[in-house]
C-alpha cells in the first residue's frame, strides 16, 4: 500500500471513532484486505454518495463495519466487498440505511451477537429500499448466542441464486421472538422450486413466497 493510502487509512480511522456529527461521503477505495470504514464509538454520523469496491474474492473486506455507535446515517452509496457490504456488531442503535446498492458480498448484516458469553445489544435498525445484486443474502441477522426479537422483514423481492429462499435459523436455547415476515416474494433461479427453513422462530407471516409456515 502506499504512502497516500496509509495516510488516509490514519486519516479514516481518526474521523470515524468517537465522532460526533460527521458527515462522509465521495470516498472511493480499491481492493482493501481490510474493513474499508469503521465506525466506532460515534455519535451522529452520515455517510452518504460513497463509492468502495473490491472483489468478490477479497477476504475479511467489509465496506463499513459499526460498532458502538448510535444515531448512524447511511444513503445513496453503492458497495461491492468480498464480505458484508455493511456489519452492525455490538451496542449498535439508531441505524439508518437507505438508498444502497450492495454486491458483490455478504449482504446487510447483524453480526454473530454474545457468541463470547458477554452481553450484547442492537436495535433500531432499519434497511429501507436497498439493492442486493451478486450477493451471498440480502438483509440478514447471524446466528446469536442472545434472543432476536422485534425484527420486520417486508417488501423483499428478488431472485434466489439456492433454492433456499427465506432462512430463519435460531439457537434452540433463546429462539426468536415476536419475528414478522410480510410481503415477500423469493424465487428461486434454478427453477427447481423455492424452499425455506424455520427453526426456533416465532412470529407473524403474511404473503410470502414461498410460503412460509
Known amino acids: 500500500m502506499d504512502s497516500l493510502s ?4 490514519k486519516l479514516m480511522a481518526r474521523l470515524l471513532s468517537g465522532s460526533k456529527l460527521l458527515q462522509l461521503g465521495r470516498y472511493m477505495r480499491d481492493l482493501l484486505q481490510k474493513n474499508h470504514v469503521k465506525v466506532s464509538g460515534s455519535n451522529g454520523a452520515t455517510i452518504s454518495n460513497l463509492t468502495i469496491t473490491a472483489p468478490d474474492s477479497s477476504p475479511n473486506t467489509d465496506g463499513i463495519d459499526i460498532s458502538d455507535s448510535t444515531n ?4 445513496d452509496s453503492t458497495i461491492g466487498t468480498g464480505d458484508d ?31 463470547n458469553g458477554g452481553s450484547a445489544q442492537v436495535e433500531e435498525i432499519h434497511v429501507d429500499t436497498c439493492s442486493f445484486k451478486g450477493t451471498q443474502n440480502g438483509a ?34 433463546v429462539g426468536c421472538a415476536n419475528i414478522t415476515v410480510d410481503d415477500i416474494s423469493i424465487k428461486s433461479a434454478s427453477g427447481n422450486g423455492e424452499t425455506y427453513s424455520c427453526i426456533n422462530a416465532h412470529g407473524t407471516v403474511n404473503k410470502t413466497f414461498p410460503p412460509l409456515t
Open 140 to 173: 440478514r441477522i447471524k446466528k446469536s448466542a442472545v434472543q432476536i426479537s422485534d425484527v420486520s422483514f417486508t417488501e423483499f423481492w428478488g431472485t434466489s441464486a439456492t433454492d433456499d429462499a427465506i432462512k430463519l435459523s435460531c439457537i434452540e436455547t
Open 6 to 9: 496509509e495516510e488516509m487509512d
Open 72 to 75: 448512524i446515517h447511511i444513503y
Open 85 to 115: 457490504c455493511i456489519a452492525l456488531s455490538n451496542q449498535t442503535s439508531q441505524v439508518y440505511v437507505k438508498g444502497v446498492v450492495c454486491g458483490p458480498g455478504h449482504g446487510i448484516s447483524v453480526g454473530s451477537l454474545g457468541m
